[in-house]
């Protein structure tokens, strides 16, 4: 059976079909994303602008052709902070609905951590113990921590990467100042989540999943020793903290050029580096692996699941 996992987030619209089966392992055939970085479009009321709205619109309607012609059964369609949040929300997924020519599942920030979780655990496996779940969005910070296919604890906080970019880093290169009111804000937004998390019992594993995270390991990290897989990366705060201010003192423009910096990710990487950074901190965490699974996996493998449960077989 061939499925699609549309997620409709802060940064991207991207489109995951993947082959699936009950109690099989999904097998991913095509990817495709149109990056919109919706934080841009957000007017000072807390609005999607018509222009957003337009190329959210046609973002949703390629997807759905792209999903038609690779013959998807079902298209499992998501949508995460920055609609859930705006202020015409109500208006926004209306059109989407529209475009797709079926409903929308609009997640809640501890949603997508449960999601996200999900994914983790069945890569790394039950053997992995209690695992601590980092996920930086455009417009959400996920962390979640548990034992189990679902976490003990979940919260999600407005500290993602575009959000963080456009409140506080508005400038390129944004400077020292800017990036020490970033994190000054970042420490006490997390606060209560390091309240939150603090009963749980250490870690085996300290993950993260997001496509953020993954450019940073590129970027300051090395690969988990005995491995070749390009995905297992580890990524060290002190790493990670040293290059927060060569990140902050060059343009965006100079900032694609580095290893596992894209180009629709170089505006916003010094944001993403500082909120993951303080994190790290606030949690007491010295280093974390990166896992290929996310949001998207964590949603198909809830979905096959509910086959398996149906299956009369």
């Known amino acids: 059976m061939r499925l699609g996992v549309l997620d409709i987030g802060s940064n991207t619209v991207h489109l995951l079909v993947a082959d699936v089966r009950p109690g099989g392992r999904p097998l991913a055939t095509t990817s495709n994303r149109t990056v919109l970085?919706?934080?841009?479009?957000?007017?000072?009321?807390?609005?999607?602008?018509?222009?957003?709205?337009?190329?959210?619109?046609?973002?949703?309607?390629?997807?759905?052709?792209?999903?038609?012609?690779?013959?998807?059964?079902?298209?499992?369609?998501?949508?995460?902070?920055?609609?859930?949040?705006?202020?015409?929300g109500a208006?926004?997924?209306a059109r989407i609905e529209a475009a797709l020519?079926?409903?929308?599942?609009?997640?809640?920030?501890?949603?997508?951590?449960?999601?996200?979780?999900?994914?983790?655990?069945?890569?790394?496996?039950?053997?992995?113990?209690?695992?601590?779940?980092?996920?930086?969005?455009?417009?959400?910070?996920?962390?979640?921590?548990?034992?189990?296919?679902?976490p003990e604890v979940a919260a999600s906080v407005p500290l993602g990467a575009g959000r963080m970019t456009i409140e506080f880093l508005p400038d390129d290169p944004p400077g020292d100042d800017a990036v020490a009111a970033l994190r000054?804000?970042?420490?006490?937004?997390?606060?209560?989540?390091?309240?939150?998390?603090?009963?749980?019992?250490?870690?085996?594993?300290?993950?993260?999943?997001?496509?953020?995270?993954?450019?940073?390991?590129?970027?300051?990290?090395?690969?988990?020793?005995?491995?070749?897989?390009?995905?297992?990366?580890?990524?060290?705060?002190?790493?990670l903290g040293s290059w927060i201010p060569r990140l902050a003192r060059i343009p965006a423009s100079a900032r694609q050029e580095l290893p596992g910096i894209t180009a629709d990710r170089a505006f916003q990487i010094v944001a993403g580096a500082v909120v993951l950074h303080t994190a790290m901190t606030a949690m007491k965490v010295d280093e974390l692996e990166v896992s290929p699974w996310a949001l998207r996996e964590g949603v198909l493998l809830r979905y096959i699941e509910s086959l398996s449960w149906n299956d009369p077989t």
């Not at 792209?66 to 920055?82: F, G, H, I, K």
């Not at 390091?194 to 999943?209: F, I, K, Y």
């Not at 990290?221 to 580890?234: A, E, Q």
């Open 101 to 150: 020519g079926q409903e929308l599942q609009v997640l809640g920030g501890e949603s997508e951590a449960r999601f996200t979780f999900l994914a983790v655990r069945r890569w790394f496996g039950w053997s992995a113990g209690q695992i601590l779940l980092f996920d930086i969005g455009g417009g959400s910070l996920e962390i979640a921590a548990g034992a189990d296919e679902l």
């Open 184 to 239: 000054d804000h970042a420490h006490g937004t997390l606060a209560p989540v390091v309240e939150l998390m603090r009963d749980q019992p250490n870690p085996n594993h300290v993950v993260g999943s997001s496509k953020a995270i993954r450019s940073l390991a590129k970027l300051a990290g090395y690969p988990v020793p005995g491995w070749s897989g390009s995905d297992r990366m580890l990524l060290p705060r002190h790493a």
């Open 91 to 93: 208006e926004v997924i």
């Open 37 to 88: 970085r919706l934080m841009r479009y957000l007017e000072p009321d807390g609005s999607i602008s018509e222009a957003g709205v337009t190329a959210l619109v046609d973002a949703v309607t390629q997807a759905r052709e792209v999903a038609r012609t690779e013959n998807v059964v079902e298209l499992l369609a998501t949508a995460t902070s920055a609609v859930r949040e705006a202020a015409n």
